[in-house]
Structure formats: C-alpha cells, structure tokens
C-alpha cells in the first residue's frame, strides 16, 4: 500500500514538474486549440458546401449594393407576399390570405403563422419592407397589416410579389440563404449562397464591371457560367470542347425606339406608321425575336392577332415627303446608349433611307429633353398594366409624351378590375389601338445566350 502511494506521489510530482516546465508551450497550445475548435465550428457550414460540395459560380455584370442586388439572386433568397403565376393568377407566398375593404382602397394582409427569416429570427409583420409612394401601411399585429391607397387599384396586390429582404441580404421562405458576401470598392463582389433543402446545388455570384471583365473570368476558371445579349461576344465559346452554349429569348426586356411626340411630325400617325414600315425586321432577327407589340407571347393577356408590319420602304419614304413641309426639317435627334452603337447604326441607316436625317447621340446620363428618337431596352413589367408608361397624366415615366384618349381609358379600366377574365378582353383591345397609334416602335426581345461548362 506505501509502495502505491509513493507511485502515485512520484507521478504527481513528476506532473508538476513537467507542466512548469512547459507552462507556456502548454497555454499556447490550448489557446490555438480553442480558436480552431471554435472556427472550424463557425465556419464548417460554409467549408462542408464549398469544399464538399458542387456548385455554380455564375458571373453577373454590373455594380450593386445591398439595396439593389438584381432579382436574380434576391428571389433566390427570400419570397414576397404573394407569388404570381405565369398565367396570371395570384397564389400565397409569405401571406397566407388577404381581403379588399373601402371598395378597393384598402387591403388587409394576414400573414402565415411561424415565419422564420434564414438567420432564425421571428418574422412578423414589422418586417415586411415595401416603400410604396403614396400609400400607407399599418401594422395591425405580428401577424396582419394593411396597405391604404389614396385611390382604388384592385391590381395592387400584384404588386406585393417582390422578395422581402433583410439587411443585410436575409431573406425568408427562399430556396437559399446568403453565405458570405464580399465587397469590393464599395459595391457587391461575391455573393455565396448556401441552400435551405438537400438536392440543390451552392451558388456563388461574381459581380464584373464589364462583359469583357467577366469573359476573362470565364477563361480563366473563376466562374463556372455566364449569360450576355450579345452574340459576338459568345462566338468563341461554340468551338470550345468543354463548354455549352445554349439560346433562349429573354422576354422581360424589349428593345424599343421611343418617338418624342413633342415633335409635330412624329406627333403625326402617318409618320409613325411610315418609319415603321421602313425598318426592316429580317435585319434585326439575328439579334431577337420580333414583337408584335408591348406585351410578350409569355403573358396570359397577349394578343395574338396583332398583324406584323410590312415592310414598304418605297411607301414609307413617299409618305414622309408628302407630309414634310418646306418650313419642317428632316434632322431628328436620335439617342441611345453606347452598348446599343450597332444597333443603333442599323436602325438609324434605315430611316435616313425613307427621307428623315437621323443624328445619332450617345447617352451617358438622363435623357435630354430635345430628343426625337430613343433607342434602348425597356423592362417589361409582369403585369400586363402599362399605365406608367404610356397614360397621359404620366410625366416622367411616360418619356414619349404620348396622349392617346382611348389608351387612356382602356389603361384605366385594366388596372380597375382583378379577375383575369375581365382583363383579358380590355388588354386585347389596348395592344389593338396601341398598335394603330403605337407611340413607340418595339421592336424584338434580344435572345440570351447562357455559356456554361460541361
């Protein structure tokens, strides 16, 4: 039994011994532990779906902050109120059901039980972030609020589908969310985004200044996959073995040249009507499909026996020397953006051909406001209603200036009902009478191509 004892007191000593010696060593080495311990705890989220796991880096262009990251990755992220449907119709999202009071001034918004945003807070009807101009909202509870409109619009619930998002980028109900998120300069960089359900893949945005900035990511490795509306700059990638191009046409966006009916002689229908029968579609085919107006095939409200224009330069050209006076001149300013310069230069050349003189400009601000033609890419809206940019009391965003009283009226009475069936047929005759008195020239959704390794 004194032999134990001693054994122990030997080993114990011996202990002693050794830790004062190695004190230090002993301190660092637990120190240096404890932070590993703790950040490969922080951190295994993002090393088990970066390392482990597949993923696309898609590179994207242009410079954003937190408060404008494009819809692309915020409808990723998060879910808005509603959810619209390609046909139109308007399913819960984040509201579970919502009702109309004062004939249509008010809406009542309830909100589905046990939200949770991605960080793992409570969401709650404080949180809902849309800044509408001239309209109300009240919280009743977490759970209810209410938008009060000054006016009656039936169709403003559909304007309640945009993702909901917290700062910074935290979303709630959304397929993914938000990682880690890089910056450089002061915009956006990087953008990784962790998914909320097993079987999809981590996605990593890459954000460059230019398309020629983000191809040479591509070449070089650092994005997986890219999309641009320019078919030059993808050519290159056909031959390449380990690479896929695929072709789809964007419909969110139309290119459009825009007439300034400030003009007296763009005011006339028959100048309209003319310049569009001297453009010639077959020529802009390669760059997009050709519209038949403001509203794409892909909407439930569009119009499909809208007639396609002829094209009748000879016709065109008779019409405007009929119709320009001695005292009238045939020099228009024609503006755009330098990104568009070969489209320009295109559509310019064809109306110097039917007698007008059109001056190409180059943009690089606001729209001056001795403008006669714009030529640029419009953003179609979901919704078939149009009155922004095309009703008369409409200042800025109606950049034509454009009055038309039966537009007027038809663009009153659509956003005036809810159901669709209603709608369709007012929608239908708007695209009829736009395309008799069009005060615009749309003229194709540009194709997307999207290159993307094998």
Do not use: C
Request: glycine residues 4%.
């Amino acid at each position: 039994m004194a032999a134990a004892k001693k054994k122990v007191r030997y080993y114990y000593w011996l202990s002693v011994e050794f830790v004062r010696k190695n004190l230090k060593l002993i301190s660092m080495t637990f120190f240096l532990s404890f932070i590993f311990v703790v950040g490969f705890v922080s951190l295994y989220p993002y090393l088990e779906s970066f390392l482990f796991s597949k993923k696309q880096v898609i590179g994207l262009t242009g410079s954003y902050n937190l408060g404008n990251i494009p819809s692309e990755v915020s409808s990723k992220i998060s879910n808005g109120l509603i959810y619209v449907k390609p046909d139109g119709s308007i399913i819960p999202a984040l509201a579970s059901t919502w009702e109309t009071q004062d004939n249509g001034k008010k809406f009542l918004i309830h909100l589905k039980p046990n939200l949770i945003w991605n960080n793992g807070k409570k969401f709650t009807a404080y949180d809902v972030n849309y800044k509408f101009k001239d309209i109300k909202t009240k919280v009743i509870d977490d759970n209810t609020l209410t938008f009060e409109l000054k006016t009656r619009l039936p169709i403003f619930i559909t304007y309640l589908n945009k993702p909901v998002i917290g700062y910074p980028l935290i979303g709630v109900g959304g397929l993914y969310r938000t990682g880690k998120i890089t910056f450089k300069n002061g915009a956006v960089s990087e953008i990784y985004l962790l998914p909320n359900k097993k079987g999809i893949q981590n996605i990593i945005y890459k954000f460059y200044q230019s398309d020629d900035e983000m191809i040479v990511a591509y070449k070089k490795g650092e994005i997986t996959e890219f999309s641009t509306s320019k078919k030059a700059l993808i050519e290159q990638f056909y031959s390449w073995k380990n690479s896929k191009v695929t072709t789809e046409v964007d419909y969110t966006r139309l290119l459009t040249l825009y007439f300034n009916f400030n003009n007296p002689l763009l005011k006339e229908r028959d100048i309209r009507s003319a310049i569009r029968m001297g453009i010639d579609m077959n020529k802009l085919k390669e760059f997009g499909q050709p519209s038949l107006g403001s509203i794409p095939p892909t909407s439930w409200a569009y119009n499909s026996n809208i007639k396609p224009s002829v094209f009748e330069p000879e016709t065109a050209k008779e019409i405007i020397l009929n119709n320009l006076s001695a005292s009238q001149s045939a020099d228009m300013n024609f503006y755009t953006y330098y990104e568009y310069s070969d489209l320009a230069d295109l559509v310019s050349e064809q109306i110097k051909e039917i007698g007008l003189k059109p001056n190409v400009n180059y943009l690089t601000q606001n729209l001056p406001p001795n403008f006669d033609f714009l030529l640029a890419y419009w953003k179609i809206p979901e919704d078939p209603d149009q009155y922004y940019f095309w009703h008369s009391s409409q200042g800025s965003t109606n950049i034509s200036n454009y009055k038309n009283l039966k537009v007027d009226k038809l663009l009153e009475d659509g956003r005036d009902k809810f159901l669709i069936k209603e709608r369709i047929a007012i929608y239908k005759d708007f695209q009829k009478a736009m395309n008799d008195d069009p005060p615009a020239l749309f003229l194709f959704y540009p194709y997307l191509y999207t290159v993307k390794r094998k």
